[in-house]
């Protein structure tokens, strides 16, 4: 296979703090990289890079792993901007602004919800971001859910049946037969096309039990859980998501020193997701106190038409260093390696041998400008599996 080496980075981050200055990060500096199809098969001091096909030269400017998004809602159609512009003057964001999105996606085309997932992953990848989960739910009957997870299937193998993001209008005065319908005939035709299960665990949405039930079943049919959880007031979510090893938390945003607690000990992820803060002017999440206590934290855009309409992972790590309290390295670690965790994957979020070789050369000289030069487009070049795509 060819091999192409990335030269005269100023800085690389890998991610393996075996190599380089010993940090999470494991930074390297005046560093090289070298790609052998797919994967990364060598790192290390530029100087000291062996002999390869091709030779780019980064001219000094820094490159990190690609992005990791771990938490999109993509398959949808329609656009809420009335109810932002609502929200912006003056009006609370409340979970029931998704029914608008659910009309407007079950009446929307295969083709025109494919384009549109296609549209803002490109925007994403233009940005850096090479893997990315998405999510159904603004199905919400049995058809539109399963096509939701087909439409997705297209794009990404990191899919998640959501059945459960709010009980479906079709049942508003059957909340338990809606939940009957998730975890039957709905999780029947859904299970084969996605890798996880998720439920937006919130008043307004799903209680405790009714989580739990619909996880479970989840699971039973192989799927692995992950939980909207504590998003919009204190509740059971984190509690339950750390109970059934779920794989991220997700929002983080109201939590108790129990939460916390039981965050910093588990193997579950909190996922932070600062744009839906941003955009809904909420309490932003603490990330210092989750990381104080030994917490994995990842970041994570929350794409969707609602409440957090941003494709930016840069935006993203800026807020997360200017308002939720996490240091430059330890942003760019949460949008990365925080994301493959988020995932369970070890694949990704890393520039070390044996990975895949997905690494986005910035126009800066160091990471840290992602933080420090927010709405700056820095990313100068993308490639995804050893393909140069951006």
Known sequence: MTTTAVTHIASLVTNDPSLGNGTPLGLIQDAAVVIEGDRIVWTGESSKAPATDNVLDAAGRAVIPGFVDSHSHLVFAGDRTQEFNARMSGQ????????????????????????????????????????????SGYGLTVEDEARALRVAGRHTDEVTYLGAHIVSPDYADDPAGYVDLVTGPMLEACAPHARWIDVFCEQGAFDGDQARAILTAGRA???????????????????????LDAASADHCTHLTDADVDALGQGRTVATLLPGAEFSTRATWPDARRLLDAGATVALSTDCNPGSSFTSSMPFCIALAVRDMGMSPDEAIWAATAGGAAALRRNDIGRITPGARADLVLLDAPSHVHLAYRPGVPLASAVWRSGERVA
């Open 92 to 135: 609370p964001y409340r979970a029931g602004g998704i029914r608008t999105t659910v009309a407007a996606t079950r009446a929307a085309t295969d083709e025109e919800l494919s384009a549109n997932v296609a549209r803002y992953l490109a925007e994403a990848l233009r940005q850096g971001t090479t893997t990315f989960e998405t999510k």
């Open 221 to 243: 049919r192989g799927l692995h859980p992950r939980i909207h959880a504590n998003q919009l007031s204190y509740g059971p979510g984190v509690q339950l998501a750390v109970e």
